[in-house]
């Protein structure tokens, strides 16, 4: 057996049991992905794959444990090239993180340019997209480390990291009746239309919570992904939007105005993910200090070790 056979059967897995699919990931030829993983099952004397015909289509129960041991093999594999790669240039290499759009707008900047500075030499790339996406994209080990408010923490196969709080404001014109008031309620929002988030991202779901516990059905006319999309569709009087509180700024959002309604949707808590049993080079950890100073090299490491039961804010 070889590290071919794992990464074509890991492959296969991946691209549903889609050997074409599993073979284009991999740059290589269909035929060659069937006879090798054939050639895998026979030296083991057990099927990985259940078929109907000469396709596959699920991991027969030995499989399914065949398949737990060649991810554990391949991530040690990996772990292996890094730990050279770490060892050999300590300032260089690349780093990837996927974020969110509103992570990688208002609170990755600061970050970054103080890891720049640091590290000159890394390549430092950021994929955004839905947590949910960019979980994944940590657990196929296409980012180093993923940033986001949902989803995130329930991987088992990830470490979640408790970064930040914060807070929701609705925002609204200079000249908006909502400013008049001493403290604006569930019912008060509710009587104008309103523009938020896409139910996947910065604390959605905390949002349509507390209308659901009012009994309060909201108005929504426009959901986003993007705080930026909101606050531009605020300004042109669509509605009342509410976001993420890091995402507003008094200076560079001179024409809105800014409500405080985190005692309506509650704190919110950013985190970092990394994958169980990854090696990391050493600027992964100074990024994620850089995120959030509380998660120390020690702390961290800690964690994916598993020793991370009680780490919240």
């Known amino acids: 057996m070889n590290l071919h056979q794992f990464r074509f059967v890991r492959e296969a897995v991946r691209q549903n049991f889609n050997l074409t699919e599993a073979a284009k990931a991999l740059f290589t030829s269909q035929p060659g992905v069937s006879k090798a993983i054939i050639e895998l099952e026979e030296e083991l004397g057990v099927d990985i794959f259940a078929r109907h015909g000469k396709r596959i289509r699920n991991l027969t129960e030995p499989g399914r444990i065949i398949f737990e041991s060649v991810e554990r093999i391949l991530m040690e594999v990996e772990s292996l090239k890094r730990i050279g790669k ?113 139910p996947q991202f910065a604390g959605r779901a905390k949002i349509d919570q507390a209308f659901a516990l009012r009994h309060v059905e909201p108005d929504i006319v426009l959901e986003a992904i993007d705080a930026d999309v909101i606050k531009t569709y605020v300004e042109l009087g669509l509605g009342v939007g509410i976001l993420a509180g890091v995402a507003f700024d008094p200076e560079r959002d001179r024409n809105l105005r800014a409500i405080q309604v985190g005692h309506l949707f509650g704190t919110n808590v950013t985190r970092v993910a990394l994958k169980q049993g990854a090696y990391l080079r050493g600027y992964v950890f100074t990024m994620v200090e850089l995120l959030s100073p509380i998660l120390t090299r020690k702390l961290v490491e800690q964690a994916l070790r598993g020793e991370h039961e009680s780490y919240e804010l």
């Open 86 to 198: 770490d060892y050999a240039a300590q300032d260089q290499g690349s780093l990837t993180i996927a974020t969110t759009h509103t992570q990688a707008r208002y609170s990755l900047p600061h970050a970054v340019a103080e890891f720049k500075r640091r590290y000159p030499k890394v390549r430092l790339s950021i994929l955004q997209g839905s947590p949910t996406q960019i979980a994944e994209m940590v657990l196929h080990d296409q980012a180093d480390l993923a940033i986001a408010t949902e989803a995130i923490a329930g991987y088992k196969d990830l470490v979640s990291l408790p970064c930040y709080q914060w807070q929701h404001v609705a925002v609204v014109p200079p000249d908006h009746p909502l400013l008049q008031l001493p403290s604006v309620g569930i019912e008060d929002l509710a009587k104008y239309p309103l523009i938020t988030y896409d």
